[in-house]
């Protein structure tokens, strides 16, 4: 599967955004989806993840009650609306997808990366 980024850029402290991440190829449903973050200096962590159908999710506690993350099976999509973003959150975002290599937590249980997005939030 291939999956392309979208949505990322400038936003003020207390701003929201909305990432897109669609996917091509076959069976997307079949995929656990993540969006991950890569902050300059920093090593690439999880924010969040949905299941196969979109029932469960979870999320990295400094973004819970702040972003939420949505799958469309039928476009091929997965989402993640982040509001009351801060500087902290500044980072180059990553969707991905999990064929069932582990539940989701890790960077190794995801196959398929995106490029990345970019998310610069000012103080």
């Known amino acids: 599967v291939q999956l392309q980024a979208s949505g990322g850029g400038l936003v003020q402290a207390g701003g929201s955004l909305r990432l897109s991440c669609a996917a091509s190829g076959r069976a997307f449903s079949n995929y656990v989806m993540g969006w991950f973050r890569q902050a300059p200096g920093k090593e690439r962590e999880l924010v969040a993840f949905?299941?196969?159908?979109?029932?469960?999710?979870y999320y990295e506690d400094s973004v819970k009650g702040r972003f939420t993350i949505s799958r469309d099976n039928a476009k091929y999509t997965v989402g993640l609306q982040m509001n009351t973003l801060q500087p902290e959150d500044t980072a180059v975002y990553y969707c991905?997808?999990?064929?069932?290599?582990?539940?989701?937590?890790?960077?190794?249980?995801?196959?398929?990366w995106g490029q990345g997005t970019l998310v610069t939030v000012s103080s």
């Open positions: 949905v299941s196969r159908s979109g029932g469960s999710t």
């Open positions: 991905a997808a999990n064929r069932g290599s582990g539940i989701g937590f890790k960077i190794r249980d995801y196959d398929y």
